[in-house]
Every structure is written in structure tokens, then in C-alpha cells.
């Protein structure tokens, strides 16, 4: 059994580097503050008797050696930069979980047959560069290391100099192969918490596709300019904020819709809006479903753009489709989580995740524990310390089933 | 008759600080680029013989003698502060006009019996500081010089910290009375250009309420946050846009009702916002009205944040109420129109002017000239050449009825 209080001491620790005034972390992807959480992963690893290994979008593998080192490593992992307003658990848990892991066999003087390696992947939140889940994207062929490192962010700083300039620009190569894949991670919904359960086991997750949104109208005097001359680019981004959340509406339960980010030109108070840029995330647990939103999301852009007399351009800036996890390594968890006498239950992930990648090339599976309201993405995310050391108690013993003793 | 091919170089060379690639002017109030556009007027008005005054709002008055100082003076002027996405005619006409006036005088050397006055007003636009005619504002005692000094702007610097920090924070005292005003300015509307008119007659303008609104909701993870349990903040936002816009047009042809700016906190792709604040316009031509679509908006505001289950928080930050010009002044601009052979027509000022607060402790009368489109705080702003003669030439006409030869 892992140490809880152990692992709870790692999370607190990490949390201070990028910690908020209201508890939360703002450590967002290939910042300095990114770079002290790495750096201190790394010491954390290397204490723990690890090597380290960079590659070229700085994902970072801190790996246990194994009886037959020539055997796939069973790997677990997660990520560390966080939302802008984001809590200490995200990401931050299924990394210190796999660290746990590495502490727990160290303790207990166990050597595995299979390595094991705790990954820690670049840029999974997507808040300062899409496309989001970039270091396993990348890492499972999603998409090329070349067009990921020629990302740019608000500020046009591309993927390729923010990671040089923290110094996590690792080893180009190809990807080395997973034995399997466990990953820990709050829920970040509500749904454990209402069936008071403590271990989720993840069955799949949602496919996504998100949108850059742009609405062109005429920038014009908010005095004189009458009511019905206008094209202004607010009102019709305001329109399509509406149409958004219609379109989850429509497909209830699983489907969501959300516009998280709008930015306003010029922004002045006197000045109807010229040009607004809006992003749009849609999300559904069927392929077709998630095409259907695309063409409703498509038709409402064009029937806007058509009754206010203005032009809206739509951009795809990430797809993947929803993603079912490896069913022996589900079978897994379930099973470790039972033995170990845990309440558990079926769920399926709202949230994309590293696993969600790392399945295309690799069996992999997830657990999910609880958060407090089922909130995330919030400087008050909160979890139970207990639910946290149960959650790191069947990745241990999940693990242990994969690697060999 | 003033000469149009100077008032025109005048007006292009000013146009060159601050000058944007789109052919606009971006010259925000209190600037560095705003001290090199007063430094240039005060040359100017140096080498056409004028002493220079400067008062605690940092309102520039450049004063042409007159036969008997002891008299009141005639004064015109505007502003040259622009929108961050501004023009070269809006504000900088009026003060242009001034100084072509004053040149003309001295060309033609013509003594006043009052003096001449062109005043250069601090931030009219509002687009950095609330409130809006801020300059002309405090001179008509319409709000303190201390309420205004105090004002920060979105990075928190204060008009006394930007006023001194660019070398206009003048001398404080009463204002100094005022014989008449007149203001000449593009019209920033249509309706000169739809009837084929030279010069527009203002009759009075438009009432205006401003407000900082503030939706709070609460952050969430996008994806695993079913869409009924939401408290999205932008979507309550959008719903207010859409009301907006609603009132004014319940109350056509005059009302207006615009949202210029809005933001977005933590504005991220996958995060349900937690925060919107945005601003609200809306102007009538009555009195009654204005304070019906007052209680339209907070009503607005109640059952938004009712139906969503969030918190909508509305402050009144402008608010001055319909001004009618002094008719004797309305007419004398009427008289030299028509005597000069322009076309003209009475008009309604849709935008707030200097010269409504100079009006409520001078006579104050305003002229009005076309603009290509009706389009104004845009790039694209333009004029006729020959327009901006014609009105300069109604101003020169009035003014020396006003002050007497
Ligand atoms: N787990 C998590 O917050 N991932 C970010 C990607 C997403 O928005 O689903
Ligand atoms: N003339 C002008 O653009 N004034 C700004 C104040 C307003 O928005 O009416």
C-alpha cells in the first residue's frame, strides 16, 4: 500500500510553485513557473533512483529500471501546467500518484519485471497552445511534432522557443513502445461524488473538437451609428455564445458546448464591436453525434453571419474522436479497486487526457477519483486526501498486474 | 473665408502622431502620443500669436486678444484625444478649425472686440478614462475635478498620475467665463450624407447612461460539467448583449443601446467563465426615456441573473441628460450657412460633445459636417475637404458675430 500522507506532502509541495492567493496554481505550459514544477519533479525522480529522459516536445520519462530491462515499460503519468485559474490537482495528482508508486516500491524493496516510468507530458490543459494534449499527441502521432513545436500563443511566442527557453527541449526520435498505461486523475465532474463512490473506472472518454470563431463586422460610433445600420460583431458573437449552448441542449445527457474564451476589437465603450474572436469547444461520447454538432455549429455561424449582414469564419483547431479505453486494463482496475474494498462505479470522462492519446498506441486505462462539487478548472478545486490514496492504491496494484514481480 | 488647403495640412500633419497603417489614428487621452499632439497645438497657436493657458484637468486655452480683454471670450475648440481605433477628423476638426480660424483673423487682420478662445478639452473619448468629456466636463462643474483626478484606467493609473506624467496637470482656480461656444465636428452619422446636405444644424444631443456591469458565475471544467449544473457567466453575458441591443430597438428612431466592451476572466478554451464585465451605452433623445431604458436594463439584469442562477452587479458611470443647444447661437449658425450658399438641415447629435457640458455655463452651439458613410471611431474615417472648409467658414462667420469687430 502506498503512503498517503506521503503523497499528500508531494501535492502540497508542488502546489506552492505557480500557488494562487485563493489556493489555487497558475502554472501555465512552458513558463518558468512550468519549468520549477518540472525541475523539481525531476530532483524528486533522480532522489528516487530514476534516469531521465527529455524528448523533443519535453515530455519528460523518469523511469525504474526492471528485472528485463529489454521489456516494454508499464508506464503511468500525467501532466503539471495548469489552467490560468486552475487547482492543485489536476494533472498534478496522476503525476505524484506515479511517483508514489516509485516511492512504494523503493520502500518495500520491490523490483518489478517491467520497468516502470512515470511521464509527465507538455502542455495538456491547451489554454496558452492548441492543439490541447499536445506532449502525447505528439508522443502517439495525433498530429506531428513539427506542427506542434509551430504553435504560437496569444502573444506569438511559438511552442519551439518556449521550450527552449525553459530548457526542455529534449531528444528528437520515434516514440518508445508502452507496455501499458495507467493514469490517476480527478474526476473534474460531479458524478462519483453524487453516487458516493471513491474510484471511477474509466470507460471511455468524449471526442472533442474546438474552433477559433472569428465575426467581422464594421467598427462604428455608438452614438450616431442608427440601430439598424450596424453589423456589430458582439451581438452576432453573442448570438452564437446562445447557439453553443442550444446545441449540448439538444443532445443531452453526454453532449456539451461551451465558449471559454471571447475577445472584443477594439474594446472601447463608445465603439460597436468590429470584430470579435470566440473559441468553441463541443464535445460528444459518439463520433457521428460530435459531426452532427460540427454541422449545427457550421449552420448557425452562417445563418448569423447572413441575418446581421456580417462574416464569420470557422476554423477546426482540434478534433479527436471519443476514445474507449483498453478493456483488460479496465477489467484491471476494477478488480484491484474491489480487492482492495473500494466503492467504485463505471464513468465516462468529460475531460480529455494524456490516456486518451497514449490509447492509440498502448492499452491504457484510467482511474478516476472524486473532487469536491465536482469542480475543477477553478482556483477551489479540492480533493480527499482518502480518496487520493485510494486512487494511487489500485494504479500501484494495477501496475504491479502489468509489470510482473 | 479660411483657407481649406491649410486647414487641411494642418489637419494631416496631425494626423501623423499617432497615425495607424490602416490610414486612423490610435492617440488614447493622456498619452505620450497625446503630449506630442497638445505640444504641436501649442506651437501652432504660439506662432499665430495666442498666449497659453492650462487648467487643473489639463484643458488647454490658447487665446487670440481682443480689442477689450475685459469682455468674455468667444471660444470654439474639441478635443484631439482619439478612440484606440480612432480617425483623423473626429475631435481634430474642431480644434483645427480654431486655430484656421485664428489665422484667418490674422491674415486678414481683423481685431475682435471679444477675445478668441480655441480649447484643446482633456479626454473626450473615454475609451482610457471614464467619464467621458472629461476635460469639458469638470470646466462646467458637471462632476469635481477631484472625482475626475481620481479616475484609473484598466491598469490602474490615475488621470492625475497620466496628466502629470505628460506635463499638462495646469493651474487649479474657477473657471473663467465663457461669452459663447461654438463647436464645429464631422458628424459621425449618416443623415448629412443620405440628404445631400453641407452643413448640419445641431438642435441638441442625445442623453447617455454608461455602466460597468459584472456577471458572476462560477469557473468550471468544460468538458466534465453537465450543461444543467452551469453557472456560465458569458452565456448570461450574451444574453444581456442581446437585451441591449432589444431596448433600443423598442424605442426607435432614436434610442441607442450598445455593449463596446466585454471581458472575459479566465477567458480559457475549456473553462466555463466565471466572470464577464462589459459596458453598457444607452442614449435617448428624452429625458423620460432614457431613465425607462434605465429600469429596462436593471430589470434586464434581474431576470438573466434569476433565470441562471447567478449574480449580475450593474454601476452607473456616465450620465448626463439630453442638452439642447442655446437657439439664438442655433441660429446664427443657420443664417451663415444659408448666407454662405451651404445646404444645411437641423440635425440631433447622436454623440456626446465638449459642447454639451459647455452649454450648461455658456451659450454653446454646434456645426456639423458630412462624413464618408456615416462612419466614424473607425480607421476608415473620412471627410470631404471641401465639407471641412464649409463648416470652418460657418465657424468663422458666428464666431465674429459673437465677438463683434
Ligand atoms: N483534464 C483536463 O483538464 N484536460 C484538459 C483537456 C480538456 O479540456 O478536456
Ligand atoms: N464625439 C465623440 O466621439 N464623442 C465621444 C463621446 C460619445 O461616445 O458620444
Redesign the pocket.
Known sequence: RIDGARLWKSLMDLARIGGTPKGGVCRIALTDLDRQGRDLFVQWAREAGCSIRIDAIGNIFARRAGADDSLAPVMTGSHIDT?PTGGKF??NYGVMAGLEVVRTLNAAGVRTRAPIEVAVWTN???SRFVP??MGSGVFAGAFTLEHALAQRDAQGVSVAEALAAIGYAGQAGAAPAVGAYFEA?IE?GPVLENHERVIGVVQAALG?RWYDVTVQGMEAHAGPTPMELRQDALLAASALVAEVNRIALDRLPHARGTVGSLEVHPNSRNVIPGRVKLSV?LRAPDDAQLLDMDAALRAACARIAAERGLAIGVEQVVYFPPQPFTPHLVEAVRANAADLGYSCMDVVS????DAVYVARVAPAAMVFVPCADGI??NEIEDADPAHLEAGCNVLLRAMLASAGV
Chains 1, 2 share one sequence.
Open positions: 489552467q489536476d494533472g495538456e490543459e491547451g490541447v494534449m486523475h473534474q472533442q469547444d468529460g475531460a480529455g487526457h475543477s478548472h
